[in-house]
């Protein structure tokens, strides 16, 4: 859902602690890159397919945990 941006990285705290703590798989779907940093591993889907990340947005998301 669209939360304000404390009661997302509250939510998304909660999920990555569940992940960490029951080893559950967690997907997330989003269009923010701050988000997208936090993932371990980074999908890019367009017009429904599977692709390779564009190299515009590899800078950005460096530094990805």
Same mark, same amino acid.
């Given at each position: =859902? %669209? #939360?304000?941006?404390? %009661? =997302?990285?509250? +939510? #998304?705290? #909660?999920?990555?602690? #569940?992940?960490a703590q029951r080893q559950m798989t967690l997907v997330v779907i989003t269009h923010?890159?701050?988000? /997208?940093?936090? /993932?371990?591993? +980074?999908?890019?889907i367009r017009d429904g397919r599977l692709g390779e990340l564009p190299s515009e947005l590899r800078p950005e998301l460096e530094g990805m945990s």
């Open positions: =859902g %669209n #939360l304000d941006s404390r %009661n =997302g990285q509250d +939510v #998304l705290d #909660l999920f990555y602690q #569940l992940h923010s890159i701050e988000v /997208a940093r936090r /993932a371990q591993r +980074v999908v890019w």
